[in-house]
């Protein structure tokens, strides 16, 4: 035995201590580096630089309802791969793993409960399900969201986060646009006001329909809000955008939003609309 192996095994053996590999987060925006649990205290938002990180809808319904109490709503019944489609994989099998991923049914779900004890139906599209993209599925989940508003005399409130209509449903993603704008217009025979909550990104056909047509329409600070991409514009207009084109800041400052809300406010500010919107009955 050399003295290289002496030395080796005299030195007592000391057991690696193992890290979790999700105990810190690290800001895309700024790179601080935060504890993961401070960080989902904080609403997913960076501390130093209050960069809104992306949420699902559980998240969000926890943060909105009176104490995170909430009914949701069964997702609506669809034909799946109506088209079937496949380019490097089987749409089904996409399906398959986005729901394995999220736990979700597909992209958009909703919700009913109070608001500072308003009434209030809400809907959530989440990004991490297929990029939030607008198919049969999401269609029938908005019409379904108004139709609850409308029996619960509520505002319905849509949180958007979308890539566009859906690829793999070809024009029957399209379908869908006409078909929710026909949806608010229902709500709003009824009275009854509709919300839209942009977060990022909020992108394509779900832009160019339900997105915007709110009563009032609210975006988080630096979500990216837009129809096509802004390289896809510069290359057909031949010119430089401006710095920051496409995020909510400066859709605000050019009259296509009524207010950039940060998430820590934005309870107390559905709550408000809520109250100015849909007052409550005086009695007799």
């Given at each position: ?45 960076c ?25 949701p ?79 619960e ?6 949180f ?77 207009i ?15 400052d ?31």
């Amino acid at each position: 035995m050399s003295w290289i192996d002496k030395v080796r095994n005299s030195i007592p053996f000391i057991v690696k201590r193992e890290t979790p590999e999700n105990l810190w987060y690290k800001c895309p925006q700024c790179g601080a580096m935060t504890f993961l649990k401070e960080f989902e205290e904080n609403q997913s938002v960076c501390p130093k630089c209050q960069f809104h990180a992306r949420i699902g809808a559980d998240k969000r319904f926890d943060l909105l309802f009176d104490s995170g109490v909430h009914t949701p709503l069964p997702a609506p019944s669809v034909r799946e791969d109506p088209l079937r489609f496949r380019d490097t994989k089987r749409y089904v099998d996409r399906l398959k793993t986005a729901r394995t991923t999220t736990g979700e049914t597909d992209a958009l779900l909703n919700a009913k409960g109070e608001i500072e004890g308003r009434k209030a139906v809400v809907g959530v599209q989440d990004f991490a399900f297929m990029g939030g993209s607008m198919g049969l599925a999401v269609g029938a989940a908005f019409v379904a969201g108004v139709e609850a508003a409308i029996a619960e005399k509520a505002p319905y409130i849509i949180f958007t986060a979308a890539g566009g209509a859906r690829m793999q449903e070809g024009i029957l993603s399209l379908m869908q646009m006409p078909k929710t704008t026909v949806a608010i217009q229902m709500l709003h025979e009824a009275g009854l006001p509709y919300i839209v909550v942009m977060t990022d990104p909020t992108t394509g056909g779900v832009t160019a329909s339900y997105a915007m047509l709110g009563d009032v329409q609210l975006a988080e600070p630096g979500a990216l809000i837009g129809f096509a991409g802004q390289r896809v514009i510069e290359q057909t207009i031949r010119e430089k955008l401006p710095e920051g084109f496409q995020r909510s800041e400066y859709l605000l400052d050019h009259g296509m939003l009524d207010m950039v809300t940060h998430r820590h406010q934005l309870r107390e500010t559905l709550a408000k609309l809520i109250a100015y919107l849909t007052p409550e009955a005086i009695p007799a």
